[in-house]
Protein backbone atom coordinates (compact mmCIF):
# COMPACT_ATOMS: atom_id res chain seq x y z
CA UNK A 1 0.00 0.00 0.00
CA UNK A 2 1.36 3.29 -1.03
CA UNK A 3 1.83 5.79 1.61
CA UNK A 4 1.94 9.32 0.66
CA UNK A 5 5.55 11.33 2.10
CA UNK A 6 5.54 14.64 0.37
CA UNK A 7 3.52 16.59 -2.20
CA UNK A 8 5.37 18.70 -4.20
CA UNK A 9 4.97 21.15 -7.44
CA UNK A 10 5.58 18.63 -10.16
CA UNK A 11 5.22 14.96 -8.39
CA UNK A 12 3.96 13.09 -5.33
CA UNK A 13 6.27 11.22 -3.33
CA UNK A 14 5.28 7.80 -1.50
CA UNK A 15 6.66 4.85 0.20
CA UNK A 16 5.66 0.78 -1.03
CA UNK A 17 7.53 -1.33 1.41
CA UNK A 18 11.05 -0.51 0.94
CA UNK A 19 10.71 1.40 -2.39
CA UNK A 20 9.93 5.36 -3.14
CA UNK A 21 7.60 5.90 -6.21
CA UNK A 22 8.05 9.21 -7.63
CA UNK A 23 4.82 10.18 -9.71
CA UNK A 24 4.65 13.24 -11.76
CA UNK A 25 1.63 14.42 -11.35
CA UNK A 26 -1.17 16.21 -14.28
CA UNK A 27 -1.14 19.75 -14.48
CA UNK A 28 -4.75 21.38 -15.48
CA UNK A 29 -3.39 24.33 -16.62
CA UNK A 30 -1.82 22.74 -19.58
CA UNK A 31 -3.28 21.36 -22.73
CA UNK A 32 -3.76 17.91 -22.16
CA UNK A 33 -1.84 16.51 -24.95
CA UNK A 34 1.11 18.80 -23.99
CA UNK A 35 0.79 17.82 -20.25
CA UNK A 36 1.19 14.22 -21.21
CA UNK A 37 4.25 14.90 -23.15
CA UNK A 38 5.92 16.93 -20.65
CA UNK A 39 5.52 14.62 -17.92
CA UNK A 40 6.38 11.18 -20.00
CA UNK A 41 9.68 13.23 -21.26
CA UNK A 42 10.36 14.77 -17.73
CA UNK A 43 9.85 11.36 -15.87
CA UNK A 44 12.20 9.35 -18.86
CA UNK A 45 15.28 12.28 -18.38
CA UNK A 46 15.08 11.77 -14.51
CA UNK A 47 15.30 8.04 -14.37
CA UNK A 48 18.25 8.64 -17.43
CA UNK A 49 19.62 11.38 -15.11
CA UNK A 50 19.90 9.09 -11.95
CA UNK A 51 21.44 6.07 -13.77
CA UNK A 52 23.93 8.25 -15.72
CA UNK A 53 24.68 9.54 -12.37
CA UNK A 54 25.42 5.96 -10.64
CA UNK A 55 27.87 5.13 -13.87
CA UNK A 56 29.59 8.21 -12.91
CA UNK A 57 30.66 7.27 -9.20
CA UNK A 58 27.86 8.99 -7.56
CA UNK A 59 25.78 7.43 -4.77
CA UNK A 60 22.32 7.91 -6.12
CA UNK A 61 18.82 5.94 -5.34
CA UNK A 62 18.74 2.32 -7.48
CA UNK A 63 15.89 3.06 -10.28
CA UNK A 64 14.29 -0.13 -10.12
CA UNK A 65 10.95 0.76 -12.52
CA UNK A 66 10.34 3.27 -15.33
CA UNK A 67 6.60 3.86 -16.68
CA UNK A 68 5.24 6.81 -18.18
CA UNK A 69 4.91 9.26 -15.19
CA UNK A 70 6.17 7.30 -12.30
CA UNK A 71 9.69 6.08 -11.16
CA UNK A 72 9.81 3.36 -8.80
CA UNK A 73 13.77 3.58 -6.95
CA UNK A 74 15.38 2.29 -3.72
CA UNK A 75 14.30 3.86 -0.30
CA UNK A 76 17.43 5.95 1.11
CA UNK A 77 17.19 5.03 4.70
CA UNK A 78 19.34 7.80 6.42
CA UNK A 79 18.86 11.54 7.69
CA UNK A 80 19.30 14.56 5.37
CA UNK A 81 22.27 16.26 5.48
CA UNK A 82 20.51 19.48 6.18
CA UNK A 83 19.73 18.35 9.40
CA UNK A 84 22.92 16.62 10.41
CA UNK A 85 25.59 19.20 9.13
CA UNK A 86 27.16 21.20 11.77
CA UNK A 87 31.04 22.13 12.57
CA UNK A 88 31.98 18.73 13.53
CA UNK A 89 31.31 17.38 10.29
CA UNK A 90 31.70 19.69 8.42
CA UNK A 91 34.77 18.48 6.74
CA UNK A 92 33.89 14.58 5.72
CA UNK A 93 30.83 15.98 4.39
CA UNK A 94 31.63 18.96 2.17
CA UNK A 95 34.33 17.48 1.00
CA UNK A 96 32.25 14.79 -0.31
CA UNK A 97 29.96 16.81 -1.67
CA UNK A 98 32.33 18.59 -3.24
CA UNK A 99 33.72 15.36 -4.46
CA UNK A 100 30.24 14.10 -6.05
CA UNK A 101 29.28 17.44 -7.38
CA UNK A 102 32.08 17.38 -9.41
CA UNK A 103 31.72 13.83 -10.63
CA UNK A 104 28.22 14.84 -11.90
CA UNK A 105 30.11 17.63 -13.81
CA UNK A 106 32.30 15.95 -15.01
CA UNK A 107 29.83 13.60 -16.91
CA UNK A 108 27.79 16.50 -17.84
CA UNK A 109 25.12 16.05 -15.54
CA UNK A 110 23.44 19.07 -14.14
CA UNK A 111 21.68 18.33 -10.58
CA UNK A 112 19.11 22.08 -11.06
CA UNK A 113 18.40 21.41 -7.81
CA UNK A 114 21.10 20.85 -5.15
CA UNK A 115 20.58 21.74 -1.62
CA UNK A 116 20.94 20.22 1.34
CA UNK A 117 17.77 18.81 1.42
CA UNK A 118 18.49 16.91 -1.89
CA UNK A 119 21.51 14.85 -0.21
CA UNK A 120 21.23 11.97 2.38
CA UNK A 121 23.91 10.52 4.30
CA UNK A 122 24.30 6.86 4.39
CA UNK A 123 26.80 4.55 4.76
CA UNK A 124 29.95 7.82 5.44
CA UNK A 125 29.11 9.10 1.65
CA UNK A 126 26.19 11.36 0.20
CA UNK A 127 23.34 10.24 -1.72
CA UNK A 128 22.30 12.65 -4.25
CA UNK A 129 18.23 12.47 -4.69
CA UNK A 130 15.59 14.50 -7.11
CA UNK A 131 17.24 15.12 -10.35
CA UNK A 132 13.80 16.47 -11.83
CA UNK A 133 15.28 19.72 -12.32
CA UNK A 134 18.33 18.34 -14.24
CA UNK A 135 19.64 17.97 -17.34
CA UNK A 136 22.65 17.37 -19.32
CA UNK A 137 25.52 19.90 -20.23
CA UNK A 138 28.81 20.56 -20.35
CA UNK A 139 28.52 24.24 -19.90
CA UNK A 140 30.80 26.17 -17.38
CA UNK A 141 27.45 28.52 -16.96
CA UNK A 142 25.35 25.51 -16.37
CA UNK A 143 27.79 24.07 -13.60
CA UNK A 144 28.83 27.39 -12.27
CA UNK A 145 24.78 27.95 -11.80
CA UNK A 146 24.23 24.69 -10.03
CA UNK A 147 27.09 25.27 -7.75
CA UNK A 148 25.62 29.04 -7.02
CA UNK A 149 22.13 27.37 -5.91
CA UNK A 150 24.36 25.22 -3.36
CA UNK A 151 26.12 28.28 -2.30
CA UNK A 152 23.12 29.58 -1.68
CA UNK A 153 21.24 26.74 0.21
CA UNK A 154 24.08 26.52 2.52
CA UNK A 155 24.74 30.22 2.86
CA UNK A 156 20.62 30.56 3.84
CA UNK A 157 20.52 26.92 5.80
CA UNK A 158 23.50 26.62 7.49
CA UNK A 159 24.62 30.21 7.94
CA UNK A 160 26.47 29.95 11.21
CA UNK A 161 29.26 27.53 9.32
CA UNK A 162 28.72 28.79 5.66
CA UNK A 163 31.90 30.20 5.06
CA UNK A 164 33.55 27.63 6.51
CA UNK A 165 31.75 24.91 4.88
CA UNK A 166 31.39 26.61 1.34
CA UNK A 167 35.84 27.14 1.59
CA UNK A 168 35.98 22.79 2.33
CA UNK A 169 33.07 22.21 -0.89
CA UNK A 170 35.02 24.48 -3.48
CA UNK A 171 38.46 23.10 -2.72
CA UNK A 172 36.87 19.36 -3.28
CA UNK A 173 35.34 20.36 -6.37
CA UNK A 174 38.22 22.17 -7.73
CA UNK A 175 40.58 18.92 -7.07
CA UNK A 176 38.31 16.46 -8.68
CA UNK A 177 36.63 18.94 -11.62
CA UNK A 178 38.18 18.38 -14.80
CA UNK A 179 37.28 22.26 -15.62
CA UNK A 180 37.04 23.19 -11.80
CA UNK A 181 38.94 26.25 -12.57
CA UNK A 182 36.51 27.19 -15.37
CA UNK A 183 33.60 27.18 -13.06
CA UNK A 184 34.58 28.85 -10.55
CA UNK A 185 35.79 31.60 -12.22
CA UNK A 186 32.25 31.67 -14.36
CA UNK A 187 30.71 31.26 -10.27
CA UNK A 188 32.20 34.61 -9.41
CA UNK A 189 30.75 36.17 -12.50
CA UNK A 190 27.53 35.06 -11.32
CA UNK A 191 28.13 36.15 -7.66
CA UNK A 192 29.23 39.51 -9.48
CA UNK A 193 26.20 39.90 -11.55
CA UNK A 194 23.69 39.24 -8.45
CA UNK A 195 25.76 41.82 -6.44
CA UNK A 196 25.08 44.24 -9.45
CA UNK A 197 21.57 43.26 -9.57
CA UNK A 198 20.81 43.87 -5.67
CA UNK A 199 22.37 47.15 -5.55
CA UNK A 200 21.28 48.83 -8.57
CA UNK A 201 17.50 47.24 -7.64
CA UNK A 202 16.84 45.92 -11.37
Same mark, same amino acid.
Given at each position: ???? !?? !????ARISLD ?7 ? !? ?15 ? +? ?82 ? !? ?32 ? +? ?33 ? +???? +????
Open positions: MLKT !IN !IGAEKDCVVKER !IPKGYRAKELDLKIRKQ +RTKREAKLISDASRAGVMVPKVLEVDDFTIKMEHIDGPRVKDILDAKNMKAVCYEIGKSVADLHNASIIHGDLTTSNMICKDSG !ICFIDFGLGFISDKAEDKATDLHLLEEAIDSTHY +RIASGALKIVFESYLKDSKDGKAVLSRLEQIRLRG +RYVN +RNGE
